[in-house]
């Protein structure tokens, strides 16, 4: 393992939406399209601490399904389309736009979570660490 201060200075969102090793920024974060793999392949970085939680579930909610049930209603209000055209149009943008951001957002907050160092609050006594 290299000395923590020869790692690059990295973002959380670069390497993050490149689903990339918070630390080295080569490793791969992910094992599968949303399984964190147990380690960094190139710089040994454990993530064992990356626990985003529903974090990326709500982003992606909050960020595509806003969109696409306005647009539903100004499609359904304006045409009164059969159900069928709802199918073809509403329902793959729902499921195309959450499936495309899920991987990126989780890599994403999986970096800022090391980047950040953030973790669970615990309370320390003066002269701890
Ligand atoms: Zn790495």
Redesign the pocket.
Known sequence: MADPASYPVLTPFAVGIRAR?P??G??HLFRGFLTLAPS?E????DYSFADPADGPAFFVISIVSFPVIAFAAWLELTYSPPIWVHLLTSAPLLIGGCLALLRPLKGWLVAAQYINKAGEARLVRKGED
């Open positions: 090793c630390r080295c080569q490793g960094c190139v710089c040994g970085l």
